[in-house]
């Protein structure tokens, strides 16, 4: 984000980190952040109006498990009555079980099922490997 926005001030910087540190898994859970993008002004609000609710509609499965869906947007409310954000911050709090099989060859699905757009994508191995890493290392995926 500093690269992206050209954030070199000291104070700049600091504020960056603190909006993002609360990114960095601690214990037990997966966090991210979900950006719904679409370049045209008018095709982004139709579908921010479309799309209220899609951030509890996020699902994390791994292997045959059950599917956990995440905390969301703790930091502050981020949709109206009239239309969810373009930014959403969430939180999937994960099973030892789930912890130990995403670092095996498990499928990882995480996808939506929200009416309006239902969606679900494996996650790669190297990925896998990469989330079964950070939560006991604390390190950010």
């Not at 956990?68 to 239309?83: F, G, Q, S, W």
Request: include cysteine; charge should be negative; hydrophobic fraction near 35%.
């Amino acid at each position: 984000m500093l690269r992206l926005e050209r954030i070199f001030e000291a104070d700049k910087i600091q504020e960056e980190l603190d909006a993002y540190n609360p990114l960095i898994p601690d214990g037990s859970n997966l966090k991210a952040t979900m950006m719904i993008e679409f370049p045209d002004v008018e095709e982004r609000r139709t579908a921010l109006q479309r799309l209220i609710g899609i951030e509890t509609a996020l699902w994390l499965a791994v292997g045959d498990l059950s599917r956990v869906t995440p905390i969301a947007n703790e930091d502050l409310v981020r949709e109206t009555a009239d239309k969810t954000s373009s930014v959403h911050f969430v939180r999937f709090e994960l099973t030892g079980q789930m912890i130990g099989a995403l670092g095996s060859e498990e499928t990882t699905i995480i996808g939506h099922g929200h009416s309006a757009y239902g969606h679900d994508r494996p996650v790669s191995s190297c990925y896998r490997t990469t989330l079964a890493c950070a939560p006991s290392t604390g390190y950010s995926t």
